[in-house]
């Protein structure tokens, strides 16, 4: 079995430190790199036959795909920074061109596409965002790619899960296909911690726990969920941060609460 817990390499000459593919992964659909790009690092790429969602996690680029040029993209210092991150939508097959103007984090995430659609700018006033469950449950999300814009697979969000909380709790899955009560859907989280010499946990399980595992999450990991239930839990001292993108046969988002903890929803 592919280990779920994927870790940061020092950066290749196009800055990527994490490059999950469909094949590395043992999956269909989400694709899934990341890349510290200095202050005036230029990258070109593109992904035949997959659609692409660029964000701009913290620093500032160009971004540049079929003829449109979207300038100083981004903004935030950090993660961890109360503000949107800057995204471009891009369709499948065109050449991207990032050109950082400060030092970048950029996230690109794929997922396959036709080719549908044109480049576009996802601006903050696009990304909702929301406070989800109460006391040690509470944590930040806002939807960067939901399935309310624009795409053909990806859906793709972040949330800040605040020191001594718990995130995606109660436990929940999304790998089965059962109309109007969950949908088939691959996820990555890829974490980041501050300060960031802590550490997290996401434990990733099924009903008859055939896959049945406990990650300790450090900053820049990747956790893989392929299916099965998976709960993320942030020490006391440590904020946590997470970039979800998630794609699957049908682009909506299903979930199912795991039957032994969905009290947990229901109780005021």
Not at 135 to 143: A, C, K, L, M, P
Not at 168 to 185: Q, R
Not at 206 to 235: F, K, N, Q
Request: charged share 20%; hydrophobic share 35%; with cysteine.
């Amino acid at each position: 079995m592919t280990n779920l817990r994927v870790r940061p390499t020092k950066p290749d000459t196009d800055g990527r430190v994490i490059d999950v593919t469909p094949q590395s992964a043992g999956w269909r659909y989400v694709g899934f790199q990341l890349r510290r790009l200095s202050s005036g690092k230029t990258v070109v790429f593109s992904f035949p036959g997959r659609e692409t969602c660029v964000v701009i996690l913290a620093g500032k680029a160009d971004v540049e795909a079929g003829g449109q040029k979207f300038a100083n993209v981004g903004g935030r210092a950090s993660v961890f920074e109360d503000a949107a991150p800057g995204a471009v939508y891009v369709p499948a097959g065109l050449s991207i061109t990032v050109a950082a103007t400060t030092d970048a984090e950029v996230a690109i995430c794929t997922a396959p596409g036709s080719g549908a659609g044109a480049p576009r700018l996802i601006t903050a006033d696009r990304m909702s965002r929301e406070t989800r469950g109460t006391g040690t449950n509470q944590r930040f999300v806002r939807n960067i790619l939901p399935e309310t814009e624009l795409a053909e697979s990806l859906l793709v969000v972040e949330a800040v899960t605040p020191a001594g909380h718990w995130s995606s709790y109660p436990p929940h899955k999304h790998d089965s296909d059962v109309p109007t009560k969950e949908t088939a859907l691959e996820e990555t989280y890829y974490h980041r911690i501050d300060p960031p010499q802590g550490f997290a946990f996401q434990r990733v399980y099924t009903d008859d726990r055939s896959l049945d595992e406990t990650v300790c999450v450090e900053d820049g990991d990747v956790v893989l969920v392929p299916r099965g239930y998976h709960p993320v839990g942030a020490p006391h001292g440590y904020n946590l941060y997470y970039l979800n993108v998630m794609a699957g046969p049908k682009r909506q988002w299903i979930f199912h609460n795991d039957p032994a903890h969905a009290w947990i929803a229901a109780a005021k």
